[in-house]
């Protein structure tokens, strides 16, 4: 079975760009959440889509969105971006039954830099 | 709100020697935990995981005990190999499938 994939791998981009980040999950996996990683804070969860709906959301401004297609695969923009943005952002994915807590499996992440 | 605290790194140790990475809890109900593991340039793999009080997850010859009296899952292996450097993280899930994680340990091996 094919892991959880993400485009594009790197990523450079200037202050005031927006980007789409792109995640393909596990086929069969519903769930898909997305963090940000940086040095300095660890890794922060952003969102949390369910059959196309944002079931959880981290404390992040609203410059950060997201969305779920019919498909499970799941898209995160970050628009009018800054400099702290700069970070490696990762994908993960989980079969999700109701109720249950299922391990998240992760794709390579995407290293986004901001000039 | 729920939050995991593991234990500041980095962690340098020689091949061979005890490793125990220090990891609490904190949450309402009976989360979930686990460890998971990022070598350089790759995403978080799950390493090991333990779903109720007691129970003890493990792998590759690393182990954690889920203790729910001392809110703890810390990470343990009794002989680390210069394979093991990477950063470990302590996670946390309940139902609804939001996770908290630690901050990471970053774990060097000498050979």
């Known amino acids: 079975k094919a892991g959880v994939t993400q485009t594009p791998r790197y990523l450079i981009k200037t202050r005031g760009q927006q980007v789409t980040l792109s995640c393909s999950p596990i086929?069969?996996?519903?769930?898909v959440s997305w963090y940000q990683q940086t040095p300095g804070q660890g890794l922060q969860f952003l969102f949390e889509y369910f059959s196309e709906t944002q079931r959880n959301k981290g404390n992040f401004p609203g410059r950060f969105s997201g969305r779920q297609f019919s498909n499970s695969r799941s898209e995160m923009n970050v628009s009018t971006l800054e400099l702290g943005d700069s970070a490696l952002y990762l994908c993960a994915s989980t079969l999700s039954g109701t109720g249950l807590s299922y391990e998240q499996y992760f794709g390579p992440g995407t290293r986004l830099t901001v000039t | 709100g729920d939050s995991v605290t593991q234990m500041e790194g980095p962690v340098t140790l020689s091949e061979e020697a005890f490793l125990t990475i220090n990891c609490t809890y904190t949450?309402?109900?009976?989360?979930?935990l686990f460890w998971y593991v990022q070598y350089p340039g790759e995403g978080l793999q799950l390493l090991l995981k333990?779903?109720?009080?007691?129970d003890k997850g493990s792998n590759k010859g690393f182990e954690a005990t889920y203790r729910k009296e001392t809110t703890s899952f810390h990470l343990e292996k009794g002989s680390v190999q210069v394979s093991d450097s990477a950063v470990y993280f302590c996670a946390l899930s309940k139902t609804g499938n939001q996770f908290y994680f630690g901050t990471g340990t970053s774990l060097t091996v000498i050979p």
């Open positions: 086929s069969g996996h519903r769930s």
């Open positions: 949450a309402t109900g009976y989360p979930s």
């Open positions: 333990a779903t109720k009080a007691d």
